[in-house]
């Protein structure tokens, strides 16, 4: 299974079968038929390393860990700083597991690296390090450097005894927002990135009306270089004789929602020195019931007012972009102003 990852400077392929996952960081991966991600840069060159973060549904029992260096000109190198795996039980304990067998030297398998400074290991191309746990975790994060500008790139691979389709794990990198697999932990909404949203809408579906009338959701607000508006305000939907209708509590008028090509689309009036022009929040539900949106302006359409108003196009234009994000649902036409992001809640 192969899927494309979109969302704000997010490049990445993501590959899994029935139990296991391998993610290529770095220009120097080789590509190998489409059965690796391949992502724009490797491994942070800053001091102290750059932390690759797995997280998984419930918990995965791992069976195999294997980091491996890839480099065009066979002298860059990779350094790994830490491993550790975690796993949460029921009853709230947790308990932490440090992979030694990828950071120490006396401890590393026949992937032959070196060893740097004390007893750090230290990837050359094509040498890899490897663990077998055979344990259960939530999440596992590695600390790793790279050297030699960047033309270095790992190749991370895993391998679960429980399977790892792509709708189960979440990699992520401190260094960028680019992400790889489908799983976003929605309960940590609050702290949603634009990357985990747009990877939302992506494997979001097109609500039915039955689902949605009669309910009411609570709804957060993510605009582009701003503070997230958590939980600020609720909005309730309603089945008028076979139309999909919602009020908030910010504005207790009813408004229609229609379904197009996108999904449900309810259009909102805007009005700036441009003149007046139409967002749109195109409505998607994620697998675990929640609501997320985009809130689109048609990208032409708003360029050809703001220039029969008399502003330079190509300034807009550049406004435009710096202010939103790239729109998922329709990348060639809309442009994103904000994401919202909506958990059912109680009717009062």
């Not at 229609?258 to 929040?281: K, R």
Request: with cysteine.
């Amino acid at each position: 299974m192969r899927l494309l990852i979109l969302g704000l400077f997010i490049s990445a392929f993501a590959y899994a079968d029935v139990n296991n996952a391998n993610i290529g960081f770095g220009a120097s991966v080789p590509k190998d038929g489409g059965t690796s991600a391949v992502e724009a840069n490797g491994p942070s060159r800053a001091k102290g390393g750059e932390r690759f973060t797995i997280q998984f549904r419930n918990y995965k029992t791992v069976t195999k860990i294997r980091l491996t260096a890839s480099s065009k000109s066979k002298q860059g190198k990779i350094l790994i700083h830490d491993a550790v795996g975690t796993v949460t039980y029921g009853d709230g304990t947790s308990a932490q597991t440090t992979f030694t067998g990828l950071t120490e030297f006396d401890k590393v398998t026949s992937g032959n690296p070196d060893k740097y400074e004390t007893n750090f290991v230290m990837l050359q191309d094509s040498h890899y390090v490897e663990v077998t746990p055979n344990a259960p975790f939530n999440q596992i994060y590695i600390t790793v450097e790279g050297f030699t500008n960047n033309d270095i790139g790992m190749l991370l691979q895993l391998e679960a005894s429980d399977g790892l389709p792509i709708e189960d794990f979440l990699i992520s990198r401190t260094g960028n927002s680019e992400i790889a697999g489908a799983y976003i932990n929605e309960a940590d909404y609050a702290n949603f990135k634009s990357g985990q949203l747009s990877a939302l809408i992506q494997n979001g579906t097109n609500p039915m009306i039955e689902t949605l009338a009669g309910h009411s959701y609570v709804c957060s607000g993510y605009v582009k270089n701003n503070p997230a508006q958590v939980d600020y305000k609720t909005r309730q939907y309603f089945n008028n004789n076979g139309a999909l209708q919602s009020a908030s509590n910010l504005d207790s008028s009813l408004v229609t929602w229609v379904m197009t090509e996108e999904g449900w689309t309810m259009g909102v009036d805007q009005h700036n020195g441009c003149g007046t022009y139409q967002t749109m929040n195109i409505l998607h539900i994620t697998p675990e019931g929640n609501l997320v949106s985009e809130v689109d302006l048609d990208r032409y359409n708003y360029l050809t007012l703001c220039s029969n108003a008399g502003y330079d196009w190509n300034a807009q234009d550049a406004q435009l972009t710096s202010e939103t994000y790239p729109s998922v649902i329709s990348p060639t036409i809309y442009r994103t102003n904000s994401y919202e992001f909506c958990r059912p809640a109680s009717v009062p």
